[in-house]
């Protein structure tokens, strides 16, 4: 059992191998948020809350007299506002009368087998056995607002989930102005909030800062997750780092606008709460109508922080991608974008892929432009037909020749948009999010489609579907170029624009089931102008996503080593581009592009005419390697050797089989330096008892030879504490992969 109640002390207890979550109802009816963290026997903690009784902070009406017990003071588990908490709410309701506010008291409580279910959204899922369920169900007396919060306890994951759902036992119509999926009160501690923000081609860059007394938000209201703030946070102890110390991670699944704030309060306890972001958000709940939130996946490590991430790649990859091809071996692709951008024709296509063919590629990605009168960014989303001009005979002739290669065929699509110069837009104007009489601001020329009108939402399934269903196509890239404005739904009254926003990620939530269900064997990848849907919710039907639109392998370091802290490198779309790079002007080796590219799926995406012979040589031994290190990359654990935000000299990264078999070094030079020292770097997860020697080494720039490094077998300790250097490397982003191997 890994939930326990203790009736006499009216406490919970939930525990996974080396976590423990305890909560208490207090006399009045408060669920207490007792302890987040390493693992303990489990007694009732309750002892570390003093009664005191702090000026200004209110008690309870029945606690009138003792004083003893404020709300404001104690740890909450949800909170309400207007009843006496003066820190942030989870939970902001209008009642029928007017009134602001719930007193949320205990009312009942369940302890299941399996996992609970968010009807309409992404969440975990588990394994028979592997998952327990409690609810907790508190209820506002006056208006019967009844408040399930959900725990789901994955055990042997270190994972705890939580979500909560809003019921209507009343008889009034209530509102919601804010519905947080949870709370989580750190009274003990001094934290870091560790968060992960960006900007377009910039995604996931990790900012660590100690927390100061007020509130310190991560939100996006941009009606996507966003390359801006992801929905994910770390609190660090300040003396964690990678390799120890306590941190707390909290992860939302969900797509849409998203809001964590974190509170010190006056008392130097911390809060954090987390969820759908409340502006521009209220929610009607009629007698007998209940809302989901969407659900947090919650973990702690006193271990630091690597460990924290194998908890959460281990856990996305076992708990939330749903997708077949999660396990299979995703194919080597090229896609054509920075290729020939909007520029292609059948021909150009398919010599493309001829070429690719012959150097070992897997797939051909047909990208934008397929469709409608799209010969640029102004036009055609919506008119998802072909264009017969540039694919003459449409996609199957072209689709047959790529097969006939003994390659796969895969698409793009963007469903969610519109342009005004567009079929679609002139027969229905009114599927597009627009405020009435206002001009819509533009981005990229497009229109965001009104993805809350169920009428919208039939109208993709039928031309996706249809698309899927009448071609040969085996992969999908979904896109979503733009971030939403004018967000007024025409299908939808006047007092229910306050649910538009979520009402989207519903639909597009909704779709993708849909089609993911009916098309299990195709892969999909995720995409928002690159990383700017990079969340748990998109996972669950994505098994990939393109990380960033930036694809200098420099910068990429970067991006792919904040991506990592959260999401498995399973997950990270990552392709080999031109140099000089397209979006930096930047100028590096084609192996230190493939070495970089190799730390996500792997792919091509440059006109491969304009290689030389010794270029496509290179691709071919590429591809033939990263064959060779799948496993190891896909399925290994992948570790942080260097912060490129703090390193000026390399960058560093392993993935390390997790029985310690094997181990992979990636390491770049990204700063030509006289003169330096060696670069030196300690391995780890290996076997430390074991001796391991170079099984291979392959450098690009440097001159680091293997016959002197592969006979020398070398300890799994000195490795790992001594560590291993490589002499000086010269020039412009030389790299080096070595592959260490158990003797
Ligand atoms: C943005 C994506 O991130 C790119 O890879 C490419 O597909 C373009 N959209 C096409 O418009």
Redesign the pocket.
């Known amino acids: 059992m890994s939930i326990l109640y203790d009736a006499q002390a009216a406490a919970f207890t939930l525990h996974t191998q080396n976590t423990t979550y305890q909560m208490q109802v207090a006399r009045t009816g408060h669920l207490l948020h007792l302890y987040y963290g390493r693992r303990t026997g489990g007694d009732c903690l309750d002892y570390q809350y003093v009664p005191m009784d702090a000026g200004f902070s209110p008690n309870a009406y029945e606690l009138r007299y003792q004083r003893t017990a404020s709300v404001d003071l104690q740890p909450q588990e949800y909170s309400s506002e207007n009843t006496g908490d003066f820190r942030l709410s989870a939970l902001e309701v209008t009642l029928g009368n007017g009134a602001f506010g719930t007193d949320l008291r205990y009312k009942s409580h369940a302890i299941l087998p399996g996992k609970y279910r968010v009807e309409g959204m992404p969440a975990a899922f588990a394994g028979d056995g592997e998952a327990e369920t409690l609810i907790i169900t508190l209820e506002d007396a006056a208006s019967h607002l009844q408040v399930e919060l959900l725990y789901g306890v994955f055990s042997g994951k270190d994972i705890i989930t939580r979500a909560a759902r809003l019921r209507n036992a009343g008889t009034g119509t209530i509102t919601l102005q804010k519905a947080a999926s949870m709370v989580l009160d750190l009274p003990f501690g001094h934290w870091d909030l560790l968060h992960f923000h960006g900007r377009h081609c910039m995604e996931r860059m990790p900012q660590r800062m100690p927390l100061i007394r007020g509130i310190q938000t991560v939100a996006s209201r941009r009606g996507a997750s966003s390359h801006h703030h992801n929905p994910f946070v770390i609190l660090c102890d300040h003396r964690c780092d990678e390799n120890h110390g306590d941190c707390i991670g909290l992860m939302l699944v969900y797509s849409g606008n998203h809001r964590t704030d974190v509170e010190v309060d006056q008392m130097s306890s911390t809060r954090v709460v987390m969820g759908i972001h409340d502006e521009q958000f209220n929610w009607t709940l009629a007698p007998g109508e209940v809302f989901h939130t969407p659900e947090v996946l919650l973990t702690f490590s006193h271990r630091g922080l690597t460990a924290l991430s194998h908890t959460y790649h281990r856990f996305l990859r076992q708990n939330i991608i749903r997708s077949r091809w999660n396990t299979r071996q995703r194919p080597v692709l090229i896609n054509n974008?920075e290729a020939t951008y909007f520029n292609f024709t059948a021909e150009k296509i398919l010599q493309l892929a001829e070429q690719a063919a012959a150097l070992g590629v897997e797939m051909l990605v047909l990208?934008?432009g397929w469709f409608g009168q799209r010969n640029d960014?102004n036009a055609g989303l919506g008119d998802w037909y072909v264009n017969t001009k540039k694919l003459p005979g449409g996609l199957d002739p072209l689709i047959e020749k790529i097969n006939a290669l003994g390659m796969k065929f895969g698409i793009?699509v963007e469903p969610e948009m519109v342009s005004e110069d567009s079929d679609l837009y002139r027969a229905h104007p009114e599927w597009a999010l627009t405020v009435p009489d206002r001009k819509p601001v533009m981005s990229r020329n497009q229109l965001v489609l009104d993805m809350a009108d169920p009428a919208v939402i039939e109208y993709l399934y039928t031309q996706f579907s249809a698309l899927l269903r009448e071609h040969h196509i085996e992969y999908v890239?979904w896109?979503m170029?733009r971030n939403m404005a004018d967000v007024y739904s025409h299908s939808l009254p006047a007092a229910r624009q306050g649910e538009v926003f979520h009402r989207y990620i519903l639909g597009v939530y909704g779709l993708l089931e849909r089609l993911t269900s009916e098309f299990p064997d195709v892969l999909f990848e995720g995409?928002a102008?690159?990383g700017g849907r990079y969340d748990a919710g998109m996972m669950y039907y994505f098994p990939q996503i393109?990380c960033s639109?930036d694809t200098d392998a420099i910068e990429r370091m970067t991006i792919q080593h904040g991506t990592s802290f959260g999401y498995p490198i399973s997950t990270v779309g990552a392709h080999v581009s031109a140099s000089p790079n397209h979006q930096t002007g930047r100028t590096t080796p084609l192996g230190t592009r493939a070495l970089v590219a190799m730390a996500g799926t792997f792919g091509y995406e440059l006109d491969l005419g304009k290689l030389t012979d010794g270029e496509k040589e290179q691709i071919k031994e590429q591809i033939q390697r990263f064959h060779r290190y799948y496993d190891l990359i896909q399925n290994g654990d992948y570790y942080r050797l260097t912060d490129p935000q703090e390193q000026s000299y390399f960058n560093a990264w392993e993935f390390a089989a997790p029985d310690g078999s094997r181990a992979l070094l990636n390491l770049v030079v990204t700063h030509a330096r006289a003169n330096p020292n060696g670069v030196h770097f300690r391995l780890k997860g290996l076997d430390l008892d074991a001796l391991y020697a170079v099984g291979e080494l392959h450098c690009d720039g440097c001159e680091v030879a293997l016959e002197e490094r592969s006979e020398r077998l070398i300890s799994g300790s000195s490795l790992m504490y001594a560590g291993y250097t490589l002499p000086l490397m010269r020039g412009d982003y030389p790299c080096v992969q070595m592959l260490f191997v158990r003797r």
């Open positions: 974008w990208d934008d960014d793009w890239k896109d170029n995409c102008g690159g393109w639109d």
